[in-house]
Nanobody, 113 residues
């Protein structure tokens, strides 16, 4: 089992930046895939960025060029630049370990002036 805990959400003005972090209860090196999803009010959860160990990082078209996924042995990150009001959502980190998917509880990002 893998426990994930996100941090770094908050209120930011349009055009601003935030960096989300997610710590896992096991080494990132042991995970088959990891990434970030988000769920806006009244909408379904959607992929933001997904990194598979045997491939590249895939980004949603709406965040390409603005968001960057990264990770080290202990954490994964989502650097979010040029934020827009439509980026407002609860952001969840995700990982897959031995064919089982795990999710954090989410961190709220609000983009508003």
């Amino acid at each position: 089992q893998v426990h994930l805990v996100e941090s770094g959400g908050g209120l930011v003005q349009p055009g601003g930046s935030l960096r989300l972090s997610c710590v896992a209860s096991r080494s990132m090196l042991s995970l088959n895939a990891m990434g970030w999803y988000r769920q806006a009010p009244g909408k379904e959860r959607e992929l933001v960025a997904l990194f598979a160990k045997d491939g590249d990082t895939n980004y949603a078209d709406s965040v390409k060029g603005r968001f960057t996924f990264s990770s080290d042995n202990a954490k994964m990150y989502l650097q979010m630049n040029s934020l827009k009001p439509e980026d407002t959502a609860v952001y969840y980190c995700f990982c897959r370990h031995i064919a089982t998917d795990y999710w954090g509880k989410g961190t709220l990002v609000t983009v508003s002036s």
